[in-house]
């Protein structure tokens, strides 16, 4: 069954650890900002300010507090797998915080740029545009910040001393939701290029990417889509009630990408938002186990396997999952609205 068979070995999820928060920046002089409330748009800044939040794993007690900004990191031999997230559309990536928390405690070190013209401060401050059109730069954006973890984690450079150790550069994993799932799958599998004319998928050359996660998110329109060079495991996951990520879209794309180690974790009834911020407690239950399993088997090293199927054990009236083509039906999809919203 490739790398996802089924094994007597026991991958666990439990937190081991608690979370360190901290917020370094960097700076790519390289690309630009629009400002979208102006007609036409303009140049809102010739450089690209990526504010990143940092979780890491620190010393966890009996009467410590989940999140602790600003704590000694834990560090240990070899450092922590890295999961770089990217957030959705006028959100943070505090928003979806319990999620990046769960990721943390069970060892890893998750970074999530804040994008700044999809941030909700950022749309708050060109008054209402629409400032999604930022998304073409995102996919950049992932890999800039990517980088520049890893140089920290190295030493190299000035600032973010907390990360100097942390971080294993042969266990990464790309994870976004929503616009920041789009931007993942972009990177992946777009076979165009960034506004910079440099291709998509060359953007991640030279890191040591061993898993994406997809969380309700889809092909962009009137782009064409294709399997990644590499064959990086796939986990897509996406509820059929979902009336602001289109359902079909995102099984197009999960069917669009030709290998045999992806997944589907179809939700049934959850919306858009609350199965990765929390709200909606039993299907976020079902993704941070399921994402956790996925990436104890794709990222982890000693080659860990389990079968999601049997391991993440979604209830039918909560959700299911998918293992190779084709993935869910898309009959009998509900009507889509394309509403936006924070539910």
């Known amino acids: 069954m490739g790398p996802y068979g089924t094994s007597s070995e026991s991958v666990t999820v439990a937190r081991r650890w608690a979370v360190g928060v901290r917020r370094c920046t960097f700076i790519d002089t390289t690309r630009s900002v629009v400002d979208f409330a102006t007609n036409p748009v303009s140049l809102l800044s010739n450089h690209r300010t990526l504010v990143t939040e940092i979780r890491y794993p620190i010393a966890a007690s009996a009467h410590s507090p989940l999140e602790s900004p600003d704590a000694v990191a834990l ?3 070899g450092g922590y797998p890295l999961i770089v997230f990217a ?4 959100v943070t990536p505090d928003t ?5 928390d769960r990721w943390t405690s069970a060892g890893y070190v998750v970074v999530a740029p ?9 749309v708050l401050a060109q008054h209402g545009a629409d400032t999604e059109g930022d998304l073409a730069n995102e996919p950049a954006d992932l890999t800039f910040v990517t980088r520049e973890i890893l140089r920290a984690a190295r030493g190299a450079g000035a600032g973010c001393g907390v990360l100097r150790g942390l971080v294993d550069p042969l266990q990464i ?16 599998y777009d076979e165009g290029s960034d506004p910079q004319g440099v291709p998509y998928r060359r953007l991640g050359d030279g890191l040591d990417i061993r898993a994406l996660l997809v969380l309700s998110g889809q092909e962009e329109p009137g ?10 495991p796939l986990l897509v996951v996406q509820s059929r009630q979902d009336q602001c990520n289109s359902p079909r879209s995102a099984i197009t794309l999960y069917r669009d990408v030709h290998q045999s180690d992806k997944w589907f974790l179809e939700l049934r009834n959850a919306h858009h938002l609350p199965p990765y911020d929390g709200v909606d407690r039993s ?3 079902v993704v941070a186990r399921t994402t956790l399993l996925f990436l104890a088997c794709s990222v982890a090293p000693a080659g860990a396997t389990v079968d999601l199927e049997t391991s993440a054990r979604p209830e039918p009236t909560i959700g299911r999952i998918y293992h190779g083509a084709p993935g869910p039906s898309l009959s009998g999809l509900p009507a889509f609205a394309g509403v936006c919203g924070l539910d």
């Open 75 to 77: 560090t240990r031999r």
């Open 87 to 90: 957030h959705g559309y006028d």
């Open 96 to 100: 979806y915080a319990d999620l990046l």
């Open 114 to 122: 804040f994008f700044p013209d999809e941030q909700a401060s950022a």
């Open 173 to 188: 994993a790309l994870a976004g939701q929503s616009d920041g799932a789009n931007a993942v799958a972009t990177l992946a």
């Open 223 to 232: 782009r064409s889509y294709a399997t990644g060079a590499h064959h990086v």
């Open 283 to 285: 299907a976020f239950a």
